[in-house]
């Protein structure tokens, strides 16, 4: 039995085929995936639907995955009338990759499209404490709560605060934050942690944080004094040549890389 951690796969069902092949996926293994099945790439939708068959996969929400809901539950209000096109959350929603999905998930049966939005639903914001072997990890979307959550947190029992914080910022152990300034000391709440716990993330495409390979696709990279592994190598860019799907093995920590 193994245990396997991806991100950010935004609809790249090709990749992640490849990649349960690569890695020899069976029964006897388990994969949590850190959010963003869908958008963007072509089979967003498809994705999902097959996640959510996977008995042995974790499924935790991206901010892709909530737009989308705000989307669909901003529909049903509006009994899915053309003025849709012309809100707040569906223009943002398409300016993020919405697109593919919204396309494809309009054409389901109303069965269908309540079981994606249900497993989307179902899923965690976070998990804090698995441990593997003697290691301990924090798995989550974009960053950690700001408070210390000692159980997987569902989705569906977490603030709307948390989750929007969870799932869009980029706050990151020691100190590091990109894109904006620390606003507050986390110390406190590493504390509670072991030691030896580190945070995988996606979110943020590796790139920002390291060079890519001598292809120029991203790779898995590893931070903050080894509490810190970012896993989205960047399925959604747009020149297919550059798209890489990465898979971390939590037994042992070995990479395995698919990509365009």
Known sequence: MSTYVMSDMHG?????LKMLDKIGFSEADHL???GDAADRGPKGIELLLLLAQMDNVTYIAGNHDLMFVKVVRKALQMGYSKEVLETEEFLHWMTNGGAPTWNRYITLSREMRRKVITYIGESYLLIPQLKVGERYFYLCHATHADRPVMEPLLLKNASKKEIDHVVWERVYPRGRRLFS??????SELYNAYPRKTTMIFGHTPTPIFSKTDSNGRGRIWHGGSGHLIDIDCGCAVRDDRYAMLGCLRLEDMKEFYVHG
């Open 181 to 186: 300034f620390l606003g507050a000391s986390y």
């Open 32 to 34: 949590y995936c850190l």
């Open 12 to 16: 790249r069902m090709d990749l992640f």
